[in-house]
């Protein structure tokens, strides 16, 4: 069961930063902007309530979050669940950025369970004031944040999660590094309820239909690839097929691949100096485990897997590859010289949760979740200071 608290978040003074922009950016040197008054710490331990309202397919959509302390522990205990694999430099950049300010600016993304909305319903009086900080940012996203330090409402949310677990759906590498940098500050010989212990989370109800999950496309920079090389080697996984003149067309490179069959894992390559793109689906004989891929087999045919391990492991004999939610900029980047691109579809929100409910993870750059989380609040780790 996941311990959650209250704690003394610092929020950023509106009268002394453009909130836009200070949300929306990487928060560094905590402790000069908490000594200029541009980050205040709140007195009192809270939880803090969190939309973000946000426009999809023509929709107005508000994703209503709460951002808490929650008890760090590690993936094998099975309380927070990771779905995707890291990157150790990923999760060693994460863990310096953590250790520079002695603080976590970025809250991990994770998901609960609540059909009967009781979460929710702690805290309809917090919602129905004015919000503690109000931004837009330059996605037109617009983030409301109320901070709660009823200790009734805490109180009662507390329990409500004792029964749950946690799905992390974005920031794997960030509680890595929360796990690393406790261990670094010697957070387990610290008292029980130490800040130390505990990392900051944005929690959001996998029951709501408010979750966008983006495509993590990808791009190979490194030199030496021949397109029809790669294409017949290709032919052993996956069924290819020319999409004329498709190259420069993000918009209808994205398309293809949507109309798809569900079921049928498949992506297009874009290659340096083509003008066309080529469309590859698997094989309907061909599976990543009986090419002898170690894969669990529940996941084996989604679409990130596939491409890891068969298109970039065993095609092109690389792992080399970046990652980008944008199309149009691995259009660009082939253009402008990358080897290869790929453009993938989204994964569905069912999938990403059902792939750690087997205990298995995605590659490293599967997935990512729109809009992105606002840097409201900052946690400050302290060795001396309690979150309850």
Not at 2 to 10: D, H, L, S
Not at 34 to 62: I, M, N
Request: proline share 6%.
């Amino acid at each position: 069961m996941p311990a959650i608290a209250g704690f003394r978040g610092a929020l950023w003074d509106p009268s002394k930063v453009d909130l836009a922009k200070v949300v929306a950016t990487p928060v560094t040197g905590v402790k000069d902007k908490l000594a200029r008054g541009e980050l205040v710490r709140d007195p009192a331990r809270a939880v803090y309530r969190y939309h973000q309202v946000f426009s999809d397919s023509g929709r107005t959509v508000t994703r209503q979050n709460v951002i808490v302390a929650a008890r760090l522990t590690p993936w094998s205990e099975g309380q927070i669940r990771p779905h995707e694999a890291t990157d150790p430099t990923a999760r060693e950049a994460a863990t310096s950025s953590i250790a520079a300010s002695a603080a976590h600016t970025e809250p991990v993304f994770a998901g609960y369970r609540d059909s009967a909305r009781e979460v929710d319903r702690l805290f309809r009086r917090a919602e129905s004031e004015k919000p503690t900080l109000e931004v837009t940012t330059p996605d037109k996203t617009i983030h409301r944040l109320w901070r709660v330090s009823s200790a009734e409402v805490i109180g009662k949310l507390r329990p409500l999660f004792a029964p749950k677990r946690l799905h992390v759906l974005d920031g794997h590498a960030r509680y890595e590094g929360m796990l690393a940098y406790a261990e670094k500050i010697g957070a387990e010989d610290a008292p029980q309820y130490s800040s130390a212990k505990y990392g900051l989370v944005c929690m959001s109800n996998l029951d709501e239909p408010t979750f966008v999950v983006a495509a993590r496309h990808r791009i190979v920079r490194s030199d030496g690839f021949k397109r029809d090389a790669v294409l017949d080697a290709a032919k052993k996984y996956f069924v290819v097929d020319k999409l004329p003149g498709l190259a420069g067309d993000a918009g209808k490179l994205e398309k293809a691949v949507a109309e798809t069959t569900a079921h049928q894992p498949t992506f297009v390559a874009l290659f340096a100096n083509d003008a066309d793109a080529w469309k590859l689906t698997l094989k309907g004989d061909v599976s990543p485990v009986g090419e002898g891929i170690d894969v669990h087999r529940a996941i084996q045919k989604y679409d990130p897997v596939v491409v890891e391990s068969l298109f970039l492991r065993r095609v092109l004999q690389t792992a080399a590859a970046t990652t980008d939610v944008d199309a149009a900029s691995v259009v660009s980047a082939v253009k402008g010289g990358a080897a290869i691109g790929m453009i993938m579809r989204p994964m569905t929100l069912d999938q990403i949760v059902h792939t750690d409910e087997v205990g298995a993870v995605l590659p490293f750059g599967s997935t990512a979740f729109l809009p992105p989380l606002a840097n409201l609040v900052t946690y400050v780790v302290d060795l001396d200071e309690d979150v309850v």
